[in-house]
């Protein structure tokens, strides 16, 4: 299975991006059910979970977004998203989508470790 991103691009500081994640080739599993997530990297830091949602539609924060991201699902289009408000220039970084079907439900972002498959990234570049 693969998964692309896109909407990444520079803006200032306030300014908005929706980034979109499309997952093909899932053969054993429908898009619906598969928990997922965006997480991301900046340069000379760690990979860091910004926000997960579940087959049931909860999602889950890190509270350095939460207020200004929303995560959603279209599950007709097999695409996550994630709208991207007020960015900050701590917001820049690498952005990737993030998937597996093996988790029915969450109650926090889950760990890298237990996503199946990674897209390639697309880069949110936030500028003072």
């Known amino acids: 299975e693969k998964l692309v991103e896109s909407g990444g691009g520079s803006v200032q500081t306030g300014g908005s991006l929706r980034l979109s994640c499309e997952l093909s080739?899932?053969?054993?599993?429908?898009?619906?059910?598969?928990?997922m997530a965006w997480f991301r990297q900046a340069p000379g830091k760690e990979r860091e979970g910004v926000a997960a949602?579940?087959?049931?539609?909860?999602?889950f924060y890190s509270d350095d977004v939460k207020g200004r991201f929303t995560i959603s699902r279209d599950n007709a289009l097999n695409t996550l998203h994630l709208q991207m408000n007020n960015l900050k220039p701590e917001d820049t970084a690498m952005y990737y989508c993030?998937?597996?079907?093996?988790?029915?439900?969450?109650?926090?972002?889950?760990?890298?470790?237990?996503?199946?498959?990674w897209g390639q990234g697309t880069q949110v570049s936030v500028s003072a």
């Open positions: 993030a998937a597996t079907p093996d988790i029915a439900t969450i109650a926090t972002i889950p760990r890298e470790r237990f996503f199946r498959s």
């Open positions: 080739g899932n053969t054993y599993s429908s898009f619906d059910v598969y928990c």
């Open positions: 949602i579940d087959r049931d539609g909860n999602a």
